[in-house]
């Protein structure tokens, strides 16, 4: 199968996760993406291991997000090395970066001059805050943002500290707006032949992420989103949204009719019921109340029969040996340079049912250096 | 300025969240997105209000997500309608629905049908688990995703129930990667002259959200991953990740060396940090005892001048009064048929530094209808 993006070439200045992720993103649709990394060290993310994972040098998460791309080594303060990438500007698709604002004008790579040297360039540049305001010299890390956006005060119970979301949530998003702007911005350069710049700041980001919520604040009088005090899950929905206990383990209930809902529980104070938003913490207590003595399955197999949305809660072990995980086959493994397999997840995205898998590895800093200078003569 | 999508039709049969969110993005970069909806009670997603919000009788949430369309009415039961809609599928670069695996069958516009009518046709779906195993005809639901991809146990600390991201996360990022995947087969498209289907499942996205932490329990002997005691917020990285409490509010630190950390809060347990992840949860005990007795400002004064990541951690009055906010212009108003102004937050791409606004607000069910007849001749 050809894969949509097929021919494009994209040179990865970014670093870390968010620009990363979309670079890996574009190489499943079929772009060759080339790393520009520092000789030796190369991206600074190969050394930010956590837990003190390492395989081959690199940390695992650097293997994660930079599997199935090439590696060109150059040090961009030589001017004979910044001559050869200058070279390979020419003959790319794309470049991105997410340089502090400064760096890339230090180093001669700003967009008006490398639109210069290839006028049909996309230049996608991701920020912490955009290039502007006080903020700009800030350092642009997911938590952070979390914490800078309002987002902290929408996850946990009313009662809690301000919750942050478990995984880098504002990174990875940002890196799907930027594969998003990129790609458009080759679809327009079909039509004009032109370049663009296309810019996304982890804080827009986490903006776009709560446009419900913010919309909400927005034409309601500015009234603070307020967490349930119980089983919270959205601000903005009324109960019995959220998760329950029962006799043997955690189950979620998100939709369905109240009032069948406390019919099958047999429970009786249905007066509440009346206004749901208002009275969603009462609902929920009086619901886990009744929920904790029931087994999960019980309560699945009653609500469910009358269509009331509801699941178990999963942990790891339980999803990732589940029939549903292999059905999805979602794990591909691949095959680093010292011989040892990595187990990952593949792209989320399927083209004409088929999936888009690559059992490419991260590449080694300069692994592809010999072979690019031969083939674009640097 | 033209904008990156213009020229490109997209039939939006899409409902609640994840499809029309999507939509959102692609009109924002200059797609012409038709709503199809069926006549006078119109997409599922109008009558869905959060706390009972209205606006010219359709909910908040939808005239968030579905502002910059238009809107067709039809019946698809109907064949004269039915005639009418395949008309305009002969036009149309993409259509997009996220029915349940069968409903466009029976209509008789899956694929291969639809092909007929419009070799070059995107045809783009969204499915809650895919279109195989057992879970093919579950609902579709934000909440229960997280819950059945184990992603509840990644949020709040170690002892706190399995804890939901307060927001529609599963949704979001699926819409993300729907768009993505619609683009990049306009791409192929330009080549090829052929049309693709695209498919996208919430489940999908929810791994693809989790790669770096499922990648880690894959290749880890299928160890659990365990938030921390105490101020979690990402279970893979070590102290001093995560909000903390001071005497006058919360604040975040996300990365800096912890010695410098440990000297400038004048504490004197340093062996602990020999084993900065072993040990994160005695660490962040005692950050924690630490800061609750001193102001967040005088804090993180001193660990800025430190080069310690760290901010406070706002809430919505706070972030949206900013100006910071202000100067990010995310904030944009839309005005309503019934004459009446909303305002919502817009597009976070940025192309050649314009920002992509529209203050076209969400259709009224069939207002386009007339104007599409004429149009296209239906």
Known sequence: ???????????????????????????????????????????????????????????????????NKE????NLKSPEDLEKIKKLISKADVITHNFRPGVMEKIGLRYEQVKEINPRLIYATITGYGTKGEWKSKPGQDLLVQSLSGLTQLTGNNSDAPTPMGVAVVDM???????????????QRAKTNKGTWVAVNLLESAIDFQLEILTTYLNNGQEKPVRSETNNAHVLLQAPYGLYQTSDGYIAIAMGKLTELFNILKISE????????????????????????????????????????????????????????????????????????LSTTRCPIRINGQLLNSETPAPRVGEHSEKLNLEFEL
């Open 173 to 187: 998003l940002c890196g799907t707006h930027f594969v998003q702007g990129i790609i458009a911005a080759l679809i």
């Open 71 to 74: 590696s060109y080594a150059a």
């Open 1 to 67: 199968m050809k894969k949509p993006l097929e021919g494009i070439i994209v040179l990865e200045f970014s670093q870390f996760m968010a620009g990363p992720s979309a670079g890996l993103r574009l190489a499943d649709l079929g772009a060759r993406v080339i790393k520009i990394e520092r000789p030796k060290t190369g991206e600074a993310g190969r050394q930010i291991a956590t837990k003190n994972m390492f395989q081959d040098g690199s940390s695992l998460v650097f293997h994660t997000t930079n599997r």
């Open 270 to 341: 249905t007066t509440l019921l009346e206004e749901p938003f208002e009275n969603r913490n009462e609902i929920k207590e009086i619901l886990a109340k009744n929920l904790i003595n029931q087994t999960a399955d019980k309560v699945l197999n009653l609500l469910q029969s009358e269509e009331i949305w509801c699941s178990v809660v999963n942990n790891y072990h339980e999803f990732l040996n589940s029939k549903e995980f292999e059905e999805l086959k979602m794990r591909q493994e691949v095959k680093l340079q010292n011989g040892k397999k």
